[in-house]
C-alpha cells in the first residue's frame, strides 16, 4: 500500500507561482510513474504532467507546457508540480497518482488551487 499527500495549493493571482509537493509513504520503493492530475468544477479529470521513475522523461498537457514542470525526488519519496504564469483556467484541485506495476494506482486526496484577481 501507498499512501499519497498533496500540499501547497492555494489562492494566487492570475501570473503568480505555486509549487505543489506530493509526498507517498508505504511502499515508495516500489513506485513507478507519478502524474499530477487535475479537476476543475464541472469538468473531468485531466491528466496535467507525468514523470517517469527515473526522473528522465516528462510528458505535459499542451494547456501547461512551458509553464509548468514535474519533478521528483526519489529520495525524499516526493514529486513536485511548479506552476509558473498561472492563468484562471487552472483553477482546480490538483491530484498526484502513483504507479506500482504490482498493485495498480494510488491517488492522493488533492490539493485546492485558485486562481483569481
Known amino acids: 500500500q501507498v499512501q499519497l499527500v498533496e500540499s501547497g495549493g492555494g489562492l494566487v493571482q492570475p501570473g503568480g507561482s505555486l509549487r505543489l509537493s506530493c509526498q507517498g509513504s508505504g511502499f515508495t520503493s516500489s513506485i513507478h510513474a507519478m502524474s499530477w492530475y487535475r479537476q476543475a468544477p464541472g469538468k473531468e479529470r485531466e491528466l496535467v504532467a507525468y514523470?517517469?521513475?527515473?526522473?528522465?522523461?516528462?510528458n505535459y498537457a499542451d494547456s501547461v507546457k512551458g509553464r509548468f514542470t514535474i519533478s521528483r525526488d526519489n529520495a525524499k519519496n516526493t514529486v513536485y508540480l511548479q506552476m509558473n504564469s498561472l492563468k484562471l483556467e487552472d483553477t482546480a484541485v490538483y491530484y498526484c497518482?502513483?504507479?506500482?506495476?504490482?498493485?495498480?494506482?494510488?491517488w492522493g486526496q488533492g490539493t485546492q488551487v485558485t486562481v483569481s484577481s
Open positions: 497518482k502513483a504507479f506500482i506495476p504490482w498493485s495498480g494506482y494510488y
Open positions: 514523470i517517469t521513475r527515473a526522473g528522465d522523461t516528462t
